[in-house]
């Protein structure tokens, strides 16, 4: 049966993931209907793939393609490509699961390949001829080209790397945007939008009542989809719906197989293996993995998601993990949507990953063939009455890729506030066009915009990090650390609200998560919903301090401090809690010899180990940074000129004004003319929002 349903899925996925063609699209489409769909320049198996957009069949024997070195070029036999079918035409026998879905044609397989037609790994361009026209180009790493491409290609493949480049646009611009590298096999799925009911709840806030209570409701069908799955209340309540005697409920579950990097949990092993034995008429846990004693190779560098789909109707989407402490302990968000357009798109999403024919899906039989037996605790489900809110719109947001162009996308055409509550972000995406520098353009541009960065994760302890956080736009973007609160031991989250709209779902802020794994995501279109996770937002912003409890440290020295002169120690740049004071003991003996974030400062010659003292008044927290001055036999400027200098030129700025303000005429005015001014302009102040 399942593979009737991978069948009918393959076809619903292709519409699902082919942009919507307007009819004067399709007529020029018509005209030259032939594109380059995918490039292949890694491997000795090195190719393309090229599409028939048009309504008609066509003869390749038509059409060339070349990289216009010497005996560059790919001849076409008397090849008829049926309207929007593929042909893919390879250097050598590829792997297995390249073929997987493609036609592919090797030399002499109604094709003809010149020994000069060469896709070098650094970059290169490839043309699809009709006679001597430019039919469509494609161009990348280190190759530019004019004829039938425009602006910048995209960059280089990784040497070693699976991937390829595909097109994602068959409205053909020409440039970069049409196309993504990803791993062959990986399926795209464009944003849809539906229509359905949402009830939104909080971790730990919760406790998942509403997860379980979604499952306890289950009929007939329950798939689930996650990135980690050992709570026993979960495990339970299916072993509860798969043993009861009159109906039971089908349970499909797909799994990471290397979750972290690492290796599944004995809990989670211990429990897949109990809910397989209690359904032993079929395998129904699936795994995605690396045999590396074959090929290595997996569509996604993981497969990160945290959903279920129950009975084709209803939809369970977190932010969290399926553990119990993902759902006791970390702050996150969660939906139950009721759609059955939508619970059916995300069922063909299911069946479509765990399809073995790719070569990465094992069920838990082949992956533990002597797994860890053990029982299945007992846990108390948690209860609860949460809001249920109707006729919502929302839009579909799947990775690799589309999830990632969808929230770029929406973060640009936010008009008056982002809030952002993440895990974590990517240093680098301050670089570089991404969801981070939409942040910072919002923020310049007078948006109130706000990010709660968890403050235990790697890259939130990164100074770099919270320097493009707190400083980058001289403060307008705050952060703070979540796990100094008490609501959570950690901020696991990745929601994001945008004006009256709210992302949530699976995707971290980096390259891996969007552009490599499978993550699943929602928005949604709705003021209600939207103010449900903005007041929580708001609970876990409490006061506007910024990353509380932690400092990062950072001190200019001058390179030449000569003996008994004036020297600066300049620690403004460091990151501290607002408020907190800095005091400097300069020769180490225990003494404080100054306090603030810049101060000027003397010592005879010789070498001290100067420390600076930063306390965050709020916390009490102390960070000590220790600091070597090597002081220079040379007598330098003593302090006191400097100090001297200064009050002359403070001396002299006084007396200017006070003569400027003597002789500087006086206009009259009418006084109701300047109690109107004065009453505007203290009316204006007031209302002005910080």
């Known amino acids: 049966m399942r593979s009737i349903v991978v069948t009918i899925t393959a076809v619903l996925l292709l519409v699902c993931a082919l942009p919507v063609i307007s009819q004067s699209d399709l007529s020029a489409a018509d005209e030259d209907p032939l594109l380059i769909y995918e490039v292949m320049p890694l491997g000795a198996y090195e190719g393309f793939t090229l599409y028939n957009s ?32 593929m042909i893919t035409v390879l250097k050598a026998t590829p792997p297995a699961w390249i073929e997987v879905g493609r036609d592919v044609h090797l030399q002499g397989d109604g094709v003809t390949i010149g020994s000069g037609f060469i896709l070098a790994d650094a970059g290169d361009d490839i043309y699809l001829k ?119 409920v089908t349970v499909n579950i797909f799994l990471e197989g290397y979750p972290t990097g690492d290796s599944v949990s004995d809990n989670e092993i211990a429990y897949m293996n109990v809910l397989e034995d209690a359904d032993p008429s079929e395998n129904n846990i699936f795994f995605i993995y690396n045999n590396n004693n074959t090929e290595k190779y997996r569509r996604y560098d993981f497969v990160h998601n945290k959903y279920a789909v129950i009975d084709s109707e209803v939809v369970v989407l977190t932010s969290e993990n399926w553990r119990t402490s993902s759902f006791t302990s970390n702050r996150g968000w969660g939906v139950v949507v009721e759609s059955m357009e939508y619970a059916e798109y995300m069922r063909n999403i299911f069946f479509e990953d765990i399809d073995d024919s790719h070569g990465d899906i094992f069920t838990f039989d082949e992956r533990y063939p002597s797994p860890i037996i053990k029982t299945v605790p007992s846990y108390t489900i948690p209860t609860g009455t949460y809001a249920e809110y109707n006729n919502v719109t929302f839009k579909t947001a799947i990775t690799p890729t589309y999830g990632y162009n969808l929230l770029n996308e929406i973060l640009e055409g936010a008009v008056d506030r982002i809030y952002a509550e993440l895990l974590s972000l990517s240093a680098s995406w301050a670089t570089e066009d991404s969801p981070l520098t939409r942040l910072f353009d919002a923020s310049a541009n007078g948006l109130d915009v706000r990010v709660i960065l968890d403050d235990t994760y790697d890259t939130a302890k990164n100074p770099a990090v919270k320097d493009f956080i ?12 979540g796990s100094e609160g008490t609501f959570a031991s950690q901020i696991h989250n990745k929601g994001v609200i945008i004006d009256d709209s709210v992302w949530v779902g699976s995707m971290n802020w980096n390259d891996n998560s969007m552009k490599d794994n499978r993550e699943t ?20 912003w409490g006061s506007e301090e910024a990353f509380e409890g932690t400092v990062s440290i950072q001190v200019d020295v001058p390179s030449d401090i000569k003996a008994n002169g004036a020297f600066v120690l300049d620690a403004s740049k460091s990151y501290a809690p607002s408020g907190a004071i800095y005091k400097w003991d300069l020769d180490g003996d225990g003494n404080i010899d100054r306090t603030g974030k810049k101060i000027v400062a003397e010592l005879p010659a010789g070498e ?50 006070a003569l400027g303000s003597k002789s500087k005429p006086t206009k009259k005015s009418s006084g109701k003319s300047s109690s109107k001014s004065s009453s505007k302009s203290s009316s204006k102040s007031k209302g002005k929002k910080k």
Request: hydrophobic share 40%; proline share 4%.
């Open 54 to 85: 048009g309504s008609s069949g066509v003869n390749l024997s038509q059409y060339t393609v070349t990289d216009l070195e010497t005996n560059g070029t790919v001849t076409f036999s008397s090849i008829s490509l049926a309207s929007k079918a």
């Open 470 to 481: 707190k400083n980058s736009l001289n403060g307008k973007i705050l952060a703070k650390a």
């Open 608 to 657: 001290y180990e100067c420390k600076l003292y930063i306390t965050d008044t709020a916390t009490g927290i102390n960070e000590v940074h220790t600091i070597t001055l090597k002081v220079g036999d040379e007598e330098g400027i003593p302090i006191w000129m400097y100090i001297a200098a200064g009050a002359a030129v403070l001396l002299l700025i006084m007396i200017k004004i």
């Open 130 to 248: 009709k006679g001597s026209k430019t039919v469509d180009a494609f161009a990348y790493g280190n190759k530019t080209t004019t004829d039938g491409w425009n602006g910048s290609v995209p960059k280089r493949l990784s040497n070693g790397s699976d991937k390829i480049y595909q097109r994602i646009s068959f409205i053909d611009t020409d440039t970069a945007k049409d196309w993504v590298d990803l791993i062959p096999g990986a399926d795209l799925f464009a944003p849809f939008e539906y229509t359905g009911n949402i009830t939104p709840f909080l971790l730990p806030d919760s406790g998942g009542a509403p997860v379980f209570k979604a499952l306890q409701e289950a009929k007939s069908e329950v798939l689930i989809s996650v990135y980690m799955l050992d709570h026993p209340g979960i495990v339970n309540i299916l072993l509860e719906l798969i043993g009861r005697p009159v109906d039971p």
């Open 521 to 540: 995501g929602l928005v949604i279109f709705s003021k209600e919903i939207t103010e449900v996770f903005a007041n929580a937002f708001f609970a876990d």
